[in-house]
């Protein structure tokens, strides 16, 4: 299981042909109370650093993009139930979808955690 960072404050935990994509303690912080999110549907193609979710907050709305691309597996209902999971566990429960690995090199030149907490240190 390897975790990687994105720019744009998304993390993906790569467990063998399987990605687990949410967002960053950092942009659950900058965003404030989240109170809804849009997940994409299981089956949907996802392509890297394009739109694959939302999320919304009582400051504002702002898209999740795809780290990689690939395939929705699957949504986490529990997010959907209850967005403030994105507050309260953005790294762990708080995840917004599964999806395939399409390329695995794609993750080539990502972040590892040090490498991205020290890119928000500065922001």
Not at 24 to 39: H, I, K, N, P, R
Not at 84 to 91: D, G, H, K, R, V
Not at 104 to 116: I, R, V
Request: glycine share 8%.
């Amino acid at each position: 299981m390897k975790l990687y960072f994105t720019k744009d404050h998304e993390w993906i935990r790569v467990e063998g042909g399987t990605a687990t994509v949410g967002i960053t303690d950092y942009a659950q912080a900058q965003l404030g109370d989240v109170v809804f999110v849009e997940l994409p549907p299981v089956g949907a193609p996802l392509t890297k650093r394009k739109e694959a979710a939302v999320v919304e907050s009582v400051k504002a709305a702002s898209e999740v993009y795809a780290p990689i691309s690939g395939e929705v597996t699957e949504g986490n209902a529990e997010l959907e139930a209850d967005p403030a999971l994105a507050n309260t566990a953005p790294e762990d429960a708080g995840w917004f979808f599964k999806m395939s690995v399409g390329d695995a090199s794609e993750l080539d030149g990502m972040m590892d955690e040090a490498a991205y907490r020290d890119y928000t240190k500065d922001l």
